[in-house]
């Protein structure tokens, strides 16, 4: 199987932890992977925001980038559900049926990370090791666009030494939502600021999600409260191994 990991703009630019982790973790658990150089932006902000037509040179670009391989994998529910759910919509605006069919052809093979290792992989016991007290925030696309259900928790579950629990109302959006958290400041940061007490209140180490761009929002506000608790993407988690604690090797 030919497995191509979609890096997203976030991870690229910002959190190359865990496109990295991703691309380590699949390896290890013998599947050919590749990070196609010629992939950008997947255009979720610019449809996000209504501009579909401006979106329509980047989901060519991702149709191409993403040709030819049997499976594509996204550390992000964000960028999973936009290749998935509105990547047709921009087709259909540019009235381009090559452009259809390549969407066509990519939707099925796009796969969230913890769909890919649950159902396609057919594993929920990866083999990693992270010996700390752990919470877990399910994005709002991963939750309400993907249906991801429990295969993220399932994954967590099954790593040894974790001290897993449950976020306090944990399917609350985190606020962050891409240019809502712009126009919105004032809702975003009170949004937040409950999924960051939230938080608090399970006592744990790591809050860990599938999203980077819900981790850089409620990380940020932690951060500046002082909280002491560290975000990590599930990839990254998924990665460490007994050997490699931090999951680099």
């Not at 090559?98 to 083999?127: C, K, M, Q, Y």
């Not at 249906?147 to 928790?153: H, S």
Request: with cysteine; hydrophobic share 45%.
């Amino acid at each position: 199987m030919r497995v191509a990991v979609m890096a997203t703009c976030l991870g690229d630019a910002m959190f190359p932890e865990a496109p990295r982790a991703t691309v380590r973790l699949l390896r290890r658990l013998g599947v050919e992977v590749d990070v196609p150089d010629a992939q950008t932006c997947c255009g979720q902000p610019m449809v996000n925001t209504g501009y579909l037509d401006e979106a329509v040179p980047l989901v060519r670009t991702t149709v191409s980038a993403f040709a030819g391989y049997d499976a594509v994998v996204v550390p992000s529910g964000s960028c999973a559900g936009s290749v998935r759910h509105q990547h047709r919509m921009v087709a259909d605006r540019a009235d381009d049926a090559a452009l259809r069919r390549g969407v066509a052809d990519l939707v099925p093979r796009t796969h969230e990370l913890s769909e890919f290792l649950v159902d396609v992989l057919g594993v929920t016991d990866v083999g990693a090791s992270f010996p700390h007290r752990v919470t877990y925030h399910p994005t709002c696309h991963s939750l309400r666009m993907l249906r991801v259900g429990d295969r993220p928790l399932r994954l967590l579950r099954a790593v040894h030494g974790i001290d897993l629990v449950e976020l306090p109302r944990a399917d609350e959006c985190c606020g962050f939502g891409g240019t809502f958290a712009v126009k919105n400041a004032d809702t975003s940061v009170a949004m937040g600021s409950d999924k960051a007490r939230h938080v608090r209140e399970t006592g744990a180490e790591v809050l860990v999600a599938g999203d980077a761009s819900c981790l850089m929002h409620v990380g940020g506000l932690l951060s500046r409260q002082r909280a002491g608790v560290r975000t990590m993407h599930l990839a990254e988690v998924l990665a460490a191994t007994a050997d490699d604690p931090a999951g680099v090797g």
